[in-house]
């Protein structure tokens, strides 16, 4: 499974927001997408996930043309998403905010429940099952009853991800999902984040906390002004003078990020520099 963009343009009206961006993403990666605001990040992640449309070139997951699909299509073909402003159902408990995920997945099963009840009842049990694993892992649990619109902002985001993931994305995209958290919250995402990258599902994630990103991808790409800057390892990234001029700062900001990051891949027993599988 690979994600591929081929030569991947997309303009509003005279603005070129994206502008021939050609890249691919591996199965069993965290791959990280940074760039000024304006840089067009978040207009890559609304295309592969069927929110915007192509001007020109393609999104391809293996042999299926993304592009070419409607929005409810790309989800069904394993694309999960969270947005740089958060979207919950707030009236809706937490756990009910992962359940309505599995109505959709579940679809065929739904006529044998009707016509057999405690067949009904026993899906139900495992279905709420599997969400209390999911609000376990992002720490939610014991909040699994509240309203999800009374939640603090920095678990609104964690319940985010988690609702993305239980429908069990082959693509997760995640934009800024360190924004307005604390420094302690944003350590704890990039804990969990670690701990989500496995063999069959590619994690693409758009932020700004360098921090994070230098910590948990293995691959980087970096956007300027709508075109593909660099793109590299963690530390390829730190050392490209164009990315230092363009978006980094000064050797004094970068020296900080590397050390920052070294230190939490360390904690967090990740190697430096990990190339994927
Ligand atoms: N829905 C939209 N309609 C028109 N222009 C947009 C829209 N979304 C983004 N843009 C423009 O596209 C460019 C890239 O924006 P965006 O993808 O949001 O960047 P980033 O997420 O990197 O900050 C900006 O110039 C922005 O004004
Ligand atoms: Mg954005």
Same mark, same amino acid.
């Given at each position: ?10 303009r ?8 021939g961006?050609?890249?691919?993403f591996?199965?069993?990666t965290?791959?990280g ?7 067009g990040?978040?207009t ?14 393609s ?5 299926r043309?993304?592009?070419?699909m ?6 069904n073909?394993?694309?999960g ?9 707030? %009236?809706m408990?937490v756990?009910e ?6 109505y959709?997945?579940?679809k065929?099963g739904i006529?044998?429940?009707?016509l057999?009840?405690p067949?009904?009842?026993r899906r ?30 920095g678990r609104?985001?964690?319940?985010e ?11 997760l ?20 984040l670690a701990a ?10 758009v ?10 991808c293995?691959?980087?790409t ?14 390829e990234? %730190? ?13 004094h ?13 360390a ?11």
């Amino acid at each position: 499974m690979t994600l591929v963009f081929d030569n991947l343009t997309k303009r509003y009206g005279a603005n070129t927001a994206i502008d021939g961006v050609s890249t691919r993403f591996e199965p069993g990666t965290i791959h990280g997408i940074i760039g000024p605001n304006g840089a067009g990040k978040s207009t890559l992640i609304n295309m592969t996930a069927g929110s915007y449309s192509v001007t020109e070139g393609s999104i391809r997951l293996d042999d299926r043309q993304l592009d070419r699909m409607k929005k409810y299509q790309v989800a069904n073909a394993g694309i999960g998403r969270t947005y740089q402003n958060i979207r919950l159902f707030d %009236q809706m408990s937490v756990l009910e905010n992962l359940e309505v995920c599995f109505y959709d997945r579940a679809k065929s099963g739904i006529v044998g429940e009707v016509l057999w009840p405690p067949m009904a009842r026993r899906r139900a049990a495992e279905r709420r099952a599997i969400c209390m694993e999911y609000l376990t892992f992002f720490g939610l649990e014991h909040m699994a009853d509240r309203e999800a619109g009374s939640l603090p902002y920095g678990r609104q985001r964690m319940l985010e991800i988690a609702r993305a993931l239980a429908q069990d994305p082959k693509v997760l995209l995640l934009d800024e999902p360190a924004a307005g958290l604390n420094h302690q919250e944003t350590a704890e995402l990039t804990e969990r984040l670690a701990a989500l990258r496995a063999p069959g599902r590619i994690i693409i994630v758009v932020e700004h906390d360098m921090d994070l990103v230098m910590t948990v991808c293995d691959r980087i790409t970096v956007l300027h002004h709508g075109k593909l800057l660099f793109e590299g390892t963690p530390a390829e990234v %730190q050392a490209s003078h164009d990315v230092q001029i363009a978006y980094l700062g000064t050797e004094h900001d970068i020296e900080d990020i590397r050390t920052a990051a070294q230190d939490r891949r360390a904690r967090l027993g990740l190697r430096t520099g990990r190339h994927p599988q």
